[in-house]
Nanobody, 125 residues
Framework: QVQLVESGGGLVQSGGSLRLSCAASGFSLENTGIGWYRETPGKEREGVSCINRENGTFYGDSVKGRFLISRDNAKNTVTLQMNSLKPEDTAVYYC???????????????????WGQGTQVTVSS
């Protein structure tokens, strides 16, 4: 059974850091792409980052230079390190699996077939 479980969310002050993890089970991360997305009420789902099967990384404009995505295939986990957090980063963050593995359509969340349940990140001003 394919499962993605996010963890690491919480409440942090503006300028602080959080480290989100996406733990995969039921499949190997090795040849897949993993994307991070976030949602806030009344706004469209926003692509945050994606890491492809060749460890190529992609970031949304709003998080470039502040967030870092990485993967540990041995632990079957993808991590999103979030630094210099801003109140506008407040959202529920989701990870998702892209089986083809190249993150080609990640900005439009195309090609992702499994999603986690999300973890809440709240940044206070």
């Amino acid at each position: 059974q394919v499962q993605l479980v996010e963890s690491g969310g919480g409440l942090v002050q503006s300028g602080g850091s959080l480290r989100l993890s996406c733990a995969a089970s039921g499949f190997s991360l090795e040849n897949t792409g993993i994307g991070w997305y976030r949602e806030t009420p009344g706004k469209e789902r926003e692509g945050v980052s994606c890491i492809n099967r060749e460890n190529g990384t992609f970031y949304g404009d709003s998080v470039k230079g502040r967030f870092l995505i990485s993967r540990d295939n041995a632990k079957n986990t993808v991590t999103l390190q979030m630094n210099s957090l801003k109140p506008e980063d407040t959202a529920v963050y989701y990870c998702a699996k892209e089986p083809i593995g190249y993150c080609s359509g990640w900005l439009w969340h195309l090609g992702f077939d499994s999603w986690g349940q999300g973890t809440q990140v709240t940044v206070s001003s």
